[in-house]
């Protein structure tokens, strides 16, 4: 899997997003340390609180079927800015991949890399127990 092609499928998860409340699209694609990809989309919900994240989405997903070694994850959005995880994505990726490599995509198809230890210094983890 190159990065590209990680990224095509982040940018080709933007189509499935359910956004009618922020119209805010966003799409992940999650790489697995074993060479699967995982994908996800935002979807929302009237009671805000329900709303998922696409990063969380593909998490999930990863997990529910038996994944928990992540190398990767790029994040896609259609705005000017880089689409950056929010604190809870943040959070989520922190307890399954504290050394996951973070790509964010802009509309433009330009692409930021993070550790997520930049994006997360400090990330509360089971060591804080």
Not at 59 to 78: L, N, P, Q
Not at 85 to 98: I, L, S
Not at 100 to 124: D, Q
Request: include cysteine; charge should be negative.
């Amino acid at each position: 899997m190159t990065e590209k092609q990680l990224c095509d499928m982040a940018v080709a998860m933007l189509e499935r997003a359910y956004v009618p409340y922020s119209h805010f699209p966003v799409g992940a694609a999650l790489l697995c340390k074993d060479g699967t990809v995982f994908t996800g989309c935002n979807v929302e919900n009237a009671a805000y609180g329900a709303t998922i994240c696409a990063e969380r989405t593909a998490m999930v997903k990863a997990v529910s079927e038996g994944h928990r070694d992540f190398d990767t994850i790029v994040i896609a959005g259609r705005s000017e800015d880089y689409c950056v995880p929010c604190g809870t994505c943040r959070q989520v990726m922190m307890e399954f991949a504290p050394d996951l490599t973070v790509i964010c995509l802009n509309g433009k198809g330009e692409s930021k890399r993070f550790a997520l230890k930049e994006l997360l210094p400090y990330g509360f983890d089971q060591s804080w127990l």
